[in-house]
T-cell receptor, first 113, second 123 residues
Framework: QQPVQSPQAVILREGEDAVINCSSSKALYSVHWYRQKHGEAPVFLMI?????EQKGHDKISASFNEKKQQSSLYLTASQLSYSGTYFC??????????????FGSGTQLTVLP | DTGVSQDPRHKITKRGQNVTFRCDPI?????LYWYRQTLGQGPEFLTY????????KSRLLSDRFSAERPKGSFSTLEIQRTEQGDSAMYLC?????????????????????FGSGTQLSVL
């Protein structure tokens, strides 16, 4: 079952912060975040595993609350380069295949100068 | 790495025609995936190869779809008797996955590298 992302779209000014949420009705084993710019390939951002760890690089970080089956992606002091569509992918089993990786419908982020 | 490449980038065809797409994964990657993406949606899994073996196929993949990965290198996805509903972006992704039993099986850390896709339009 497809995870639900919110909001569907967000517009912000350079330097502002944003949060993108991803939730599932199933118990999750891992959450994967990708960013896709228009006309380009989705690019891997990070993976979060069971255990509620928070990961990050640069000013993009994410958390995973396995009890609530939710993950949030935090973009701090947004840069123009952050614009794109963000997808979360969830895995709800220990299956040995990415078939179990189900993507949400995406959050379109636009950063204005 | 040179990245995942897909060919062609765009394909326009008439309903009923056959089309074939090619994907060249990152050379050392043993896993290859095909996904389909429609406007406003995330990628949907179609099929998966480990080396040359096709291990899984989605229920989305009708009998008109066939995929191959000869010698575990490049892969082709063929759609026969195309329908307008087949219009979509077809994405290929590859990854370096460890086979269960040969070491710690870290699927949880599996990172997919996507190609830029083939945009199919069926008229």
């Amino acid at each position: 079952q497809q995870p639900v992302q919110s909001p569907q779209a967000v517009i912000l000014r350079e330097g502002e912060d944003a949060v993108i949420n991803c939730s599932s009705s199933k118990a999750l084993y891992s959450v994967h975040w990708y960013r896709q710019k228009h006309g380009e390939a989705p690019v891997f951002l990070m993976i979060l595993l069971k255990g509620g760890e928070q990961k990050g690089h640069d000013k993009i970080s994410a958390s995973f609350n396995e009890k609530k089956q939710q993950s949030s992606l935090y973009l701090t002091a947004s840069q123009l380069s952050y614009s794109g569509t963000y997808f979360c992918g969830t895995r709800d089993s220990y299956s040995g295949s990415a078939r179990q990786l189900t993507f949400g419908s995406g959050t379109q982020l636009t950063v204005l100068p | 790495d040179t990245g995942v490449s897909q060919d062609p980038r765009h394909k326009i065809t008439k309903r009923g025609q056959n089309v074939t797409f090619r994907c060249d994964p990152i050379s050392e990657h043993n896993r290859l995936y095909w996904y389909r993406q429609t406007l406003g949606q995330g990628p949907e899994f179609l099929t998966y190869f480990q080396n040359e073996a096709q291990l899984e196929k989605s229920r989305l993949l009708s009998d008109r779809f066939s995929a191959e990965r000869p010698k575990g290198s490049f892969s082709t996805l063929e759609i026969q008797r195309t329908e307008q509903g087949d219009s979509a972006m077809y994405l290929c992704a590859s990854s370096l996955g460890k086979v269960r039993g040969t070491g710690s099986f870290r699927l949880s850390n599996e990172k997919l590298f996507f190609g830029s896709g083939t945009q199919l339009s069926v008229l």
